[in-house]
């Protein structure tokens, strides 16, 4: 942003406010010369004139506000980047409804338009209505005399209300924003958490939670809007009071006579200061809005930041050692009753070496991994980690974070491609296997968040980012559990001990037996402190790990190689991989009538549309009738001038008291027209905010999979913003000046009948005109709209994986993406505004050759002054009202894009019916839990191939079945199936004799239960995640709290805290104030509370500790005695005593029969325990099982 580009806009605006008046004072030389009766060919000069200086305003317009919509558009590309920058830099856990993507959204797609409307306009509230009302004022003295001080008085007695207004708009507009961020962020909590929504059937829990916030906000904007309406009262009503009282004081106290001259000058004087009068109120408006938005932009570019981002804050005399040195960490402004703390950590750990840390589930094992990359607060002591941008930290999340790209640029993560230590991640990570059934191999899209990839694969592919990276520290939370056991062991061995050997490795883990025998440093918290740390071979000696299971795992493992060599070569494509993610659809063309209809449908239908037209005609009948009024007391006026006696005082009194009657007709048309906009406008918006959440709630959710959050954010933000905000008014202005040049052409017509000969070619130009910058800028629109959601989609994916990112030190390239995708949406953003340049000079022009033409036709037509006067006036009025009309036109058309886009997903296929009325299952369905499959196979999408292949097995009501397999085989899938979350493509599911197809969704899934894969909580408390719709009492949710164990994880916050721990304790977006095992465990406790008869266990204790998990098991045998239970599990001694083993590979079943029997056959079980290295302790169990 350049100093001489803005001295440049004002140096135009200087220009344009000096040629603006030209047309007052040539309107006064032409009406005076007439008014002398000298021959009409004098005009000549003044008509002329008239043009020049029009012609002359049209240039120094167009540069004025090209550069300071360039100005404008430059502010908003610097406050994006920062805002991005930001998000990168700041403290991860203060504040968390700032630090929500829903806050960042609005702050994008709301605040920093706002911002860039008040750049671009400044110099309209600095320094151009400030000018103009001054030369106004002098210039209404020389017409006037003293008789305008009375209106001078009037705008400045009047202009303090404006200002009460904006304290008042500076209030609701805060509290919109908020309401606006409260809406965003519950959309991006249900587009995160749909698959949890689909499987508990909330979709109607979330449609009214949304709905409550969008009311609220809706409130907000019925309140700025009833301003809006003493904004558009004062301003319409000062103008003409200013006018009523000038005109009455000059004529009735002053007595003077009011003729053309004096008259229309004074009104286009008037014209200017009432301008200002309606400018100014909306001027302030704007200003206050962007001054709350550049407040809460300012906000959250002030939040707290990581110190720097390193960690070097002790032992920098000692860089060989990672550890900490009596520290105690809180997480960043963590204002929760019950804030986690970590207690006197004392350690350091062996360079080069592996470390386990092991621990219950909440014990804050996770959490010192946080304190070792920077992301809690250091509340004393001291700790150290290598500078990160001499060597970068290699860091995998307990629940992978995936970019939406190719399973190669995952792994890559920016690093040049290096063929052969490719290949060697791929070999240790066992990945080659995966790469060879996804249909694009490594070159695959997996899409957002990896949601076409099952959870051991997303994982194997986050560490094998760590491998592929050159960082010397490597922090890893808890990889092993998402894998079965065989995997497992392949990663240890091949990968953490073989491919990470001799980088220092800080492994957190469950599977302590299978890891504390190769580790050379063992760590134990409990409680958030350090109970044990030293070396294995010590702990073996120890009573401390009395509670842990530290015996080897012995044998099992097949060698990689024979797994993997022949097919790696296959599978490591050159060329470009299948696309999961569809790109966004982009409408061509006019917006069709079936948009048009759907929005005035929810704005009123016929009857609105009906209003709506007749008040723009009354209001623009009304201004007509004022003007004509006036027209009429100023001939009469000059008529009686002529004659010997003068006009006596009743005359002036008479045309005054009309003309004052006129001019409140003027002012009530104007807010009949304000009301019926903003009415029309509200329903609108309310009817197209809720058949959008609806229409999303009720999508299947592979339209969740193929379509990136941030596309979904854009409809439900900008695109929403915009139908409330924008749409309507672009509707109110071209109506306004349609139905203005209407009666203008009608009035100049009425007055010189030769005008209509013209007329049609006028419009002829400006239709012309109109239909190139119309199909134009309507793409360019449209281009704009589609490239905003990468932006949203980027900010989603950065907030995510914002810790990953700070590990990895990719801050600076992940800012140069966000530019990237800024400069894509920026180029069709500047093209928009140039072409809006272009067609305000082009019709500009137009204008001034029009006005041109009217006043030849007056100095060949024997026309009066009062008729003279007027039509010039409305020759002014015609060409500005064209040139709106054109821009509005396509404003509309720009406008109803959003409405188009937000047509588009209303429109998008539906999830069967969730009641079927007339085959509904019995209130008490399922009583039994049997559950009979037949020939199952089913696919994510028609075009795609299935991925389960005709399964069928039968389950007895109150068996519990194990569904084993490995990584990639279909267990997830398979419970898909019971939720009806994809379509069959052949086959059936039956349920104690009901085929669920037959039977509505929210039967169906409202009386299944289950615990996935991943931990899926929302902001709010303990109770509204447990229940949500308030079926049970408080006794009920503390048991269900109890029986997981959860009370025993959160024990050390309710032992070290002052608050203690309630139902009502604070839950943060994403549950990020709790381990991925505690949010399990309120998980299974949501499910316990719901006691249905068949229960799905999707690897549900895969992020709680062994004592955990049979704890969870105990519960789930208890419990659910009477229940079916299918368990997808990877640790194999958790369902080893189960009635039955379902084996799934490929997509197919295998083998299904009890564990003793498989055990005692030669098969993919019996295999995949021998592998698992514990046979003896499986097959024993399955023995007594069977006794």
Not at 215 to 242: D, H, N
């Amino acid at each position: 942003m350049n100093a001489h580009h803005i001295f440049y806009q004002y140096g135009c605006a200087l220009s344009n406010i000096i040629l603006t008046f030209s047309a007052p004072f040539y309107l006064y030389q032409i009406v005076s010369y007439i008014d002398s009766n000298e021959p009409r060919l004098g005009l000549l000069p003044y008509v002329f004139g008239l043009f020049g200086c029009s012609l002359l305003k049209a240039v120094t317009d167009g540069q004025m506000n090209f550069y300071s919509r360039r100005i404008g558009l430059r502010a908003r590309i610097v406050m994006t980047d920062e805002i991005y920058k930001k998000c990168l830099h700041r403290i991860q856990s203060s504040d968390a409804e700032a630090a929500s993507l829903g806050n960042i959204v609005t702050l994008m797609s709301v605040d920093l338009e706002r911002i860039r409307e008040f750049f671009g306009m400044s110099q309209n509230l600095m320094l151009i209505l400030p000018s103009s009302l001054l030369i106004a004022i002098v210039s209404l003295f020389f017409v006037l005399g003293w008789s305008a001080i009375v209106g001078i008085l009037l705008i400045i007695i009047l202009t303090p209300a404006t200002s009460h207004l904006g304290k008042r708009i500076l209030k609701h507009q805060t509290a919109l924003l908020r309401n606006t961020d409260s809406r965003v962020t519950k959309i991006n909590e249900l587009l995160q958490g749909i698959r949890i929504v689909k499987y508990f059937a909330w979709e109607s829990y979330f449609q009214e939670l949304i709905t409550e916030s969008r009311e609220k906000e809706l409130k907000s904007y019925v309140q700025l809007w009833s301003y809006q309406i003493g904004f558009s009262t004062i301003g319409s009503a000062s103008g003409i009071l200013v006018i009523f009282s000038t005109f009455a004081i000059y004529t009735l106290v002053a007595g003077n006579t009011l003729n053309a001259a004096t008259a229309f000058t004074a009104i286009n004087l008037f014209k200017v200061v009432n301008e200002f009068l309606v400018e100014l109120p909306s001027e302030t408006m704007n200003w206050f809005k962007a001054w709350v938005s550049m407040n809460r932009v300012w906000k959250y570019l002030e939040e707290e930041e990581l110190p720097q981002f390193c960690q070097e804050q002790a032992f920098n005399d000692q860089p060989e050692y990672i550890g900490f040195k009596n520290a105690d960490f809180a997480y960043y402004g963590d204002q929760s009753p019950d804030p986690f703390k970590l207690y006197n950590l004392d350690v350091e750990f062996p360079v080069g070496k592996l470390t386990l840390v092991a621990g219950p589930t909440g014990s804050g094992k996770t959490s010192m991994l946080q304190a070792l990359l920077g992301e809690m607060e250091l509340v004393s002591g001291t700790f150290n980690l290598k500078n990160k941008t001499i060597s970068p930290v290699a860091y995998v999340a307990q629940t992978a974070w995936l970019l939406n790209a190719s399973i190669r640029d995952n792994i890559l993560f920016g690093e040049p491609y290096d063929f052969e230590r490719y290949m060697r991640v791929v070999y240790a990570c066992a990945l080659a296997q995966d790469f060879r059934i996804l249909p694009g191999g490594d070159l695959t899209e997996i899409g957002e968040k990896g949601i076409n990839l099952s959870g051991g694969q997303k994982q194997r592919i986050s560490l094998a980012r760590a491998c592929y990276s050159r960082a010397s520290v490597v922090l890893l939370d808890d990889p092993l559990s998402a894998v079965d056991a065989p995997t497992a062991k392949i990663l240890l061995k091949k990968t953490i001990l073989e491919l990470l050997s001799g980088r220092t490795v800080i492994l957190v883990s469950h599977a302590v037996n299978l890891v504390a025998h190769y580790s050379d440093y063992i760590v134990l918290m409990k409680n958030g402190t350090i109970e044990y740390k030293g070396t294995t071979f010590e702990a073996y000696d120890t009573n401390t790990f009395s509670d842990l299971d530290l015996s080897p795992v012995e044998g099992g493992e097949k060698e990689l190689g024979e797994l993997e060599t022949e097919i790696l070569p296959n599978v490591i494509h050159q060329d470009s991989g299948t696309q999961l993610i569809e790109k966004e659809k982009k409408a061509v063309g006019s917006v069709e009538w079936n948009t048009y209809y759907l929005y005035f449908k929810g704005s009123g239908g016929y009857t609105f549309i009906t209003f709506f037209v007749i008040s723009f005609f009354l209001a623009s009948g009304s201004k007509v009738l004022n003007d004509w009024w006036l027209k009429v007391w100023t001939d009469h006026n000059s008529a009686l001038s002529k004659e010997p006696n003068p006009p006596s005082s009743s005359d002036s009194q008479f045309y005054i008291m009309i003309y004052a009657f006129c001019g409140i007709a003027v002012v009530v048309a104007k807010n009949i027209q304000t009301i019926s906009v903003l009415t029309g406008s509200l329903w609108a918006s309310r009817y197209l905010h809720t058949e959008l959440l609806r229409s999303i709630l009720y999508s299947p959710l592979r339209f969740f999979d193929v379509t990136p959050i941030g596309r979904v954010l854009n409809r439900f933000s900008k695109d929403i913003e915009s139908i409330d905000a924008e749409v309507m008014d672009y509707m109110r202005i071209f109506m306004e000046k349609i139905v203005l040049s209407v009666t203008t052409i009608v009035v100049i017509a009425s007055i010189i009948p030769e005008f209509l000969l013209i007329t049609p070619i006028v419009l002829w130009i400006y239709y012309q005109i109109a239909k190139y910058y119309l199909a134009s800028a309507r793409e360019l629109k449209r281009l704009n709209s589609v490239t905003r959601s990468p932006i949203y989609s980027h900010f989603a994916e950065t907030l995510a994986g914002v810790v990953t990112i700070r590990a990895y030190d990719c801050i600076s390239r992940f800012c140069e993406i966000n530019l990237a995708h800024i400069d894509e949406n920026q180029k069709p953003g500047f093209f928009i505004r140039a072409l809006v340049r272009w067609i305000s000079v082009q019709t500009d022009v137009i204008s001034s050759i029009l006005v041109c033409f009217v006043g030849i036709g007056i100095t060949f037509t024997p026309t009066k002054a009062g008729a003279a006067a007027m039509i010039i006036t409305y020759a002014l009025e015609l060409s500005k009202a064209l040139m709106w009309a054109v821009r509005k036109h396509v404003d509309v058309e720009i406008g109803m894009n959003s409405v188009e886009r937000v047509h588009e997903y209303i429109g998008i296929p539906q999830e069967p019916a969730g009641v079927i009325k007339d085959n509904r299952p019995g209130e008490n369905w399922p009583e039994i839990g049997a559950v009979e499959v037949k020939d199952l196979s089913l696919r994510y999408s028609p075009d795609m191939p299935d991925v389960l292949r005709h399964l069928s097995f039968s389950i007895a009501g109150g068996e519990k079945i194990a569904v084993v397999g490995r990584t990639g085989a279909g267990k997830s899938t398979l419970s898909l199936a019971f939720f009806r979350i994809l379509p069959f493509s052949a086959g059936s599911v039956t349920i104690d004799g009901i085929n669920i197809s037959e039977i509505g969704l929210f039967d169906l899934r409202s009386k299944l239960t289950i615990i996935p894969q991943d931990p899926v909580l929302f902001t709010g408390t303990i109770r509204s995640n447990l229940d949500p719709m308030s079926k049970y009492t408080d006794a009920q949710i503390w048991e269900a709290l109890n029986r997981v164990n959860f009370l025993d994880s959160v024990q050390s916050i309710t032992s070290d805290s002052d608050q203690s721990f309630t139902l009502e304790s604070s839950v943060m977006e994403n549950g990020s104030n709790f381990s991925q095992g505690q949010r399990q465990l309120l998980c299974l406790a949501r499910a316990l509370l719901q006691s249905n008869k068949i229960i799905i266990l999707d690897e549900a204790t895969a992020s709680v500790d062994h004592n955990t998990d049979q704890h969870i098991q105990n519960v789930i045998r208890h419990e659910f005695s009477e229940s079916t239970v299918i368990c997808i599990a990877h640790r194999l001694r958790t369902v080893i005593d189960y009635d039955k083993v379902l084996v799934l590979e490929k997509g197919e079943l295998v083998e299904f029969s009890s564990p003793r029997d498989l055990l005692c056959q030669e098969g993919y079980f019996k295999s995949m325990c021998m592998e698992s290295g514990e046979y003896d302790y499986l097959y024993e169990a399955a023995n007594n099982k069977s006794l």
